[in-house]
């Protein structure tokens, strides 16, 4: 068992890996997991209160909203506008960006993008959910409100990144650049105490993640690729395991501690992919390549891609490099 170490403790600990940060990050990081632990509380009760079902409304995405969705949101956003190191934040449950008017914000450097309830189908069924997290250094001038510009900044321009997975256990996992690091929650004591320090995914996949109902309307390169999968060759490991639980957070983090690989390709549903470029598919690609793994939308990386509007889709296909080099391959050969 690593040697007892908070979340707090291990923060400061790094901060001098912040570049020009002089503790604002640090803090974001500490606002971020405050809401979390508040979020994992109602998760936890859910069933007992009435916080499962859906609130009646439809979100921009044109999705049925989650009381949980709607309950996550205003938490994360609350405690991001509480302190002064953000000026807005954008969010799959907000149609347009959230500017932070308060004399505080307009100062702040950050802006944070978020997913505040990944897998709401899960929630309903007691299935693990999670918080995504995508953070940026303002390009707008401090002391204005902040811009759309800064939101739509490449993956490749993140400071931070990280997820919350309420699962069996509660954990947040997250990076800024110098590896990923993972603390697993107490509620007895209420902390995220450090138990995976410097994360990294193994090169060799042996488990994938799709939603194969969508299977007919696949493009045939992703079609070869789970006949790859599923192929007897046992020299090579393969047929390989399929996982798939519904939750992004969820297969991602699986994945990420035994090696695979999670994809959702283009479907007939959703001619450019399901998941959202800004606050799911960015800091996700960022977590996995500093742990040594790949993230492409199928032809190229993920965090190169220049935003146009802050929900965009775009196919994902993320996890051990030997698999999505073996995806774009096949998709590449079979256009
Ligand atoms: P969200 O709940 O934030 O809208 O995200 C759901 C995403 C992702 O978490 C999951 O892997 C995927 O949707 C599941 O989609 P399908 O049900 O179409 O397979
Ligand atoms: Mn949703
Ligand atoms: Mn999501
Ligand atoms: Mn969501």
Redesign the pocket.
Same mark, same amino acid.
């Given at each position: 068992m690593p040697d007892m170490k908070t979340l707090g403790e291990f923060i400061v600990e790094k901060q001098h890996e912040f570049p020009h940060a002089s503790g604002e990050l640090s803090s974001l990081l500490s606002s971020i997991r405050l809401a979390a632990k508040i979020v994992n509380r109602e998760i936890n009760k859910a069933g007992l209160v009435d916080i499962t079902g859906s609130v009646g409304s439809e979100n921009v995405?044109g &999705?049925q909203q989650q009381k949980l969705d709607v309950y996550a949101n205003e938490k994360f956003k609350s405690a991001l506008e509480a302190r002064d190191q953000v000026c807005g934040v954008a969010s &799959?449950e907000e149609d347009e960006m959230v500017v932070f008017n308060k004399e505080l914000n307009r100062n702040a450097k950050y802006v944070v993008l978020m $997913?505040p309830?990944? %897998?709401?189908?899960n929630i309903d069924v007691n299935v693990s959910v999670g918080t995504i997290f995508s953070i940026y250094r303002r390009v707008s001038p401090v002391g204005g409100p902040c811009t759309e510009e800064d939101f739509l900044q490449p993956g490749n321009q993140q400071v931070a990144a990280g997820y919350v997975v309420y699962g069996s256990s509660t954990m947040l996992v997250y990076t800024t650049g110098n590896g990923v690091h993972g603390f697993t929650y107490d509620p007895s004591i209420g902390v995220f105490c450090l138990s995976h320090e410097n994360m990294t995914i193994p090169e060799k996949g042996k488990i994938y993640s799709i939603?194969e109902g969508n299977y007919f309307n696949f493009p045939l390169g992703v079609k070869k690729f789970i006949k790859f999968c599923q192929e007897n060759v046992p020299s090579e490991g393969r047929p390989y395991t399929s996982r798939y639980i %519904?939750? =992004?957070?969820s $297969?991602f983090h699986r994945n990420l501690l035994k090696g695979g690989m999670y994809l959702?390709p283009s479907t007939a549903a959703y001619p450019n992919g399901? =998941?959202r470029l800004l606050y799911e598919c960015n800091p996700m690609a960022f977590i996995i390549e500093q742990a040594g793994g790949k993230a492409s939308d199928g032809t190229s990386r993920i965090m190169d891609i220049k935003p146009r509007e802050l929900h965009e889709r775009v196919p994902f296909f993320v996890g051990s490099t030997d698999m999505v080099d073996k995806v774009e391959a096949l998709i590449s050969e079979n256009p």
């Open positions: 995405q &999705e &799959e $997913d309830l990944d %897998g709401s189908s939603n %519904g939750s =992004l957070v $297969d959702y399901k =998941l």
